[in-house]
């Protein structure tokens, strides 16, 4: 059974990328008789707002995208689907990968990741200790390794993928982790998302490779161009300078037929 999956992050309001990879996945899913799994990505509950996740829902349902599995609304969220109730999968994931003996403590903050003048973090070598407070955990990776996987139209890819963080100093399971447990644990066969992703497709497979009973590597990709902005910038996944609600400035329709012309001007 083919299952994709609509996988908002409720810590802004969804701007017109985000809905154009929500139609292009549910078009896709529609086309081919794949089910619909949607996804709530609110594990950084700090970051989360009620209105975040309203948006969500509004939009969807003024879109006419429906899906098959996941909740019908924020109380179901909260009540079944909230990430929250599986944090201890999460755990559970991070302790197996604790216990291939590739994951190190780092103490570099996340704005020395990100400054200007990135300095190379060096904590690999340092051997702090896992359980000291303030630190986040990174696995190792190989040296130049390069993770393979072909996308929905049969395209290889080959992606390198470096050392990189499974859990926040804040202990919060990184991203990376609770996207892959996710996929695993609703068994995922497609994933369409944005090639500002495909840095993360190749640690999420990294990932999975190393826990037991592999799922990914069977999964298929679709990386999409991102939707280019009239002053050239580009909407990431996670791009969210969007102050307010997006239907409060344009209609449905006008989202609509937008979506048509961009995927019929990618090819997609
Ligand atoms: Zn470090």
Not at 113 to 134: F, I, M, R, S, W
């Amino acid at each position: 059974m083919m299952l994709t999956r609509l996988a908002p992050t409720p810590s802004g309001f969804l701007h017109l990328g985000n809905l154009f990879n929500f139609l292009l996945t549910w078009h896709w899913a529609r086309e081919q008789g794949a089910r619909i799994l949607l996804r709530i990505d609110d594990a950084d509950s700090a970051r989360v707002r009620p209105e975040y996740i309203q948006d969500i829902f509004r939009s969807l349902e003024a879109l006419n995208i429906d899906w098959d599995m996941g909740p019908s609304g924020p109380d179901a969220l909260e009540r079944q689907w909230s990430q929250r109730h599986r944090i201890g999968l999460y755990n559970d994931r991070l302790q197996a990968l604790r216990e291939t003996g590739k994951l190190y403590a780092c103490s570099c903050s996340r704005k020395s990741h990100t400054g200007q003048n990135q300095p190379v973090c060096a904590c690999a070598k340092e051997a702090y200790d896992l359980d000291e407070k303030g630190m986040s955990w990174k696995l190792q990776c190989g040296q130049g390794e390069k993770i393979s996987f072909s996308d929905f139209l049969g395209h290889a890819q080959d992606y390198p993928v470096e050392d990189f963080i499974v859990r926040r100093r804040d202990g919060i399971p990184a991203y990376q982790v609770t996207s892959v447990t996710d996929d695993r644990y609703f068994r995922v066969t497609h994933i369409v998302r944005g090639e500002d992703l495909l840095e993360s497709t190749a640690r999420q497979l990294y990932l999975d490779k190393l826990l037991p009973e592999p799922w990914l590597s069977n999964a298929r990709f679709l990386h999409h161009p991102l939707l280019t902005l009239p002053k050239g910038g580009k909407l990431s996944k996670s791009a969210g300078y969007q102050s307010e609600p997006l239907l409060n400035s344009m209609t449905a329709q006008e989202i609509l037929d937008s979506f048509s012309n961009w995927r019929a001007l990618n090819q997609l």
